[in-house]
């Protein structure tokens, strides 16, 4: 499924052109930060108004504990998300190191092959770029 996304973002820049679809996603991502906005307004009424009804506490002492709540939670959540980006990033060097060792040797093995002939290419290039341009 990720692949046929990728597939139909990079067929859009192709046949759209970057600038609409990076508009469409812009439009796409604002909506949904509009969405989470209200939903998380809503939820926040919600919580004070069952604050009051339940502990029969003022609107503003409903509204300061709904607010200690939600910093309290929010910093769960932060606490989480880091943990796992830490994760990912252990992860990802854990892999990169062989993989970067393995494209080295590679690239040394290729050079090995090729040799002299691609210092020339190099060299024609540079130079027949410096001629026309």
Known sequence: ???????????????????????????????????VLIVLE??????????????????????TLTAWLGLGLFLIILTLIVRKLLDVYQ?????????????KAY???LYARLGWPVVGLVILLVAGYLFLF
């Open 1 to 35: 499924m990720k692949k046929l996304v990728v597939a139909l973002l990079i067929l859009g820049f192709l046949v759209f052109g970057g600038e609409i679809v990076v508009e469409i996603m812009h439009h796409i991502l604002e909506l949904a930060l509009h969405a």
């Open 42 to 63: 809503y939820l926040e009424l919600f919580t004070e108004e069952m604050l009051e009804a339940a502990l029969e506490i003022a609107p503003r002492e409903a509204q």
């Open 91 to 103: 992860g990802f060097r854990e892999w990169f190191g062989p993989w970067w060792q393995e494209q």
């Open 107 to 109: 690239m040394k093995e």
